[in-house]
Antibody, heavy 115, light 110 residues
Framework: EVQLVESGGGLVQPGGSLRLSCAASGFTFSDYWMSWVRQAPGKGLEWVANIKQDGSQKYYVDSVKGRFIISRDNAKNSLYLQMNSLRAEDTAVYHC????????WGQGILVTVSS | QSVLTQPPSASGTPGQRVTISCSGS????????LSWYHHLPGTPPKLLIYNNNQRPSGVPDRFSGSKSGTSASLAISGLQSEDEGDYYCAGWDNSLSGVVFGGGTKLTVL
């Protein structure tokens, strides 16, 4: 069974950094594009970033360009999102997603940016 | 303001057929496949339709998708109470070089 388990969320002050991780299992991780999608409180779904199977292509939504970095380690079946210069508007539940648009979603992890 | 436009709400009674629309442009719906998702609070979104009209295994055939030009729609027949929740369309946008989502449609089963 496909499993995507996010970790690394929590409370961080504006301007701070956080690194999200996603542990994948139940499928051949290196065969798939992977994505991060978020949902702010009371808002809809918003795609954040995605990365090609070998990490050679990465795309970001404009609002996070220059602040967030998506990466992956195929040997560890893991996806990452390094989030820097965090803002209040980055507060959301972040989902790790297989493919783009996704076909399988993790439960999500809450990131709260507040002083 | 979402790139893909969906009605904010829809409703129907048990057994009815409802449709949810998704409108875009040539850079997204007009040129790329579309997916549909069902989302309940506290749970991860579930893929209902991919490649405009394909259902993953396990999704009932009550759910169907269609696309014409720069618009698409999701039809739910034989509406059931468990169909309540938020529905989103999504696809790749060539101009933005990214995935775009509709704003979501909240479906209520009366």
């Amino acid at each position: 069974e496909v499993q995507l388990v996010e970790s690394g969320g929590g409370l961080v002050q504006p301007g701070g950094s956080l690194r999200l991780s996603c542990a994948a299992s139940g499928f051949t991780f290196s065969d798939y594009w992977m994505s991060w999608v978020r949902q702010a409180p009371g808002k809809g779904l918003e795609w954040v970033a995605n990365i090609k199977q070998d990490g050679s292509q990465k795309y970001y939504v404009d609002s996070v360009k220059g602040r967030f970095i998506i990466s992956r380690d195929n040997a560890k079946n893991s996806l990452y999102l390094q989030m820097n210069s965090l803002r209040a508007e980055d507060t959301a539940v972040y989902h790790c997603v297989r493919k783009s648009p996704g076909d399988w979603w993790g439960q999500g992890i809450l990131v709260t940016v507040s002083s | 303001q979402s790139v893909l436009t969906q009605p904010p709400s829809a409703s129907g009674t048990p057994g009815q057929r409802v449709t949810i629309s998704c409108s875009g442009s040539n850079s997204n719906i007009g040129g790329n496949p579309l997916s549909w998702y069902h989302h309940l609070p506290g749970t991860p979104p579930k893929l209902l339709i991919y490649n405009n009209n394909q259902r993953p295994s396990g999704v009932p055939d009550r759910f169907s998708g269609s696309k014409s030009g720069t618009s698409a729609s999701l039809a739910i027949s034989g509406l059931q109470s468990e169909d309540e929740g938020d529905y989103y369309c999504a696809g790749w946008d060539n101009s933005l070089s990214g995935v775009v989502f509709g704003g979501g449609t909240k479906l209520t089963v009366l």
